[in-house]
């Protein structure tokens, strides 16, 4: 009996094990046709949740945080949304500040062994500050296999020929230091616009995706249908931000049409990210004020999108 027993708590320790050492299981990912796998070229899909930007909530950029949202929520990869522009915290403001906290989440990640996406969180083209600020976390972080690069998070009025030709140049820098991480790529019209990627993607660079964002109150149907044609394509498709409720990030959640978008994405094993950890009073700020920075965070204060969200990302993140 006491043999049996052993065992059996052998046996748990070791599932519980390979479930903690996520990255050390799936390792350096790559792009395989339109399908983002792990090392052993195996299909993988990356759940989880996106910060807030890092100028109006820093406090929750911490490890803390980040292991919270892993052993918590199940979250798989976590996404830094470093303000370039916006908040008296911004990067264009304070650059040093604005590094050490997304520095805080990517060691988080690395120590909780998850992925992370380093989202550049602007809607415009900074050529330059984009050039300093990926060749110094390319070079840092080039070596680990938890990075992912997000270079323009939402471009909103440029047009796909402008996005691509900073892309190309932002993307030259950091695979320079960093020849293997996945990188990804925004379109027109807040990543709306995946239909022109499609019809001229950027060549010369392996390991390159392209970002489509959608809340679910607002983007119907012909969201998904466009993003099919582009996948039809050939194109490699990220949904690096999504919710459930309006666009503005605010108004009513329309639970049918988020499990809509969710069951499609997992029809596709596409990866999808979504929007925000922070405690702002809208809908989408799955927090409340009462949340500590460090995490251990209560249903009590948790949103309402906060609970349905972990309870997507515990239902699909089993791996």
Partial sequence: MKTKIVLTLFMCITVMAA?????????????IGTQLSDAKDEPIVLRGMSFGWHSFWPRFYNEGAVE?????????VVRAAMGVEVGDKSYIKEPKFSTEKVEAVVDGAIKSDIYVIIDW?????????A????????????????VIYEVFNEPDYESWAEVKTYAEAVIKVIRKNDPDNIILVGSPKWDQEINLPAADPITGFDNIMYTMHFYAATHEKW???????????GLPVFVSESAGMEATGDGPLNQAAWKE?????????????????????ETCSILKPTAKSEGRWKNRDLKESGIIVRNYLRQYNKD
């Fill in 131 to 146: 050039k300093n600020f990926f060749g110094a976390m390319s070079k840092k972080y080039g070596a680990y296999p938890n």
């Fill in 261 to 281: 978008y969710i069951d499609w994405m997992e029809s596709h094993k596409m990866s999808w990210i979504v929007w925000s950890v922070s405690d702002k009073d």
């Fill in 223 to 233: 969201l998904r249908d466009r993003t099919d044609a582009a996948i039809k394509s």
């Fill in 121 to 129: 969180h602007s809607h415009n083209i900074n050529l330059e500050e």
């Fill in 19 to 31: 479930k903690a050492q996520f990255v050390i299981k799936h390792g350096q990912l790559k792009v």
């Fill in 68 to 76: 919270w949202l892993k052993k918590d929520f199940h979250c798989n």
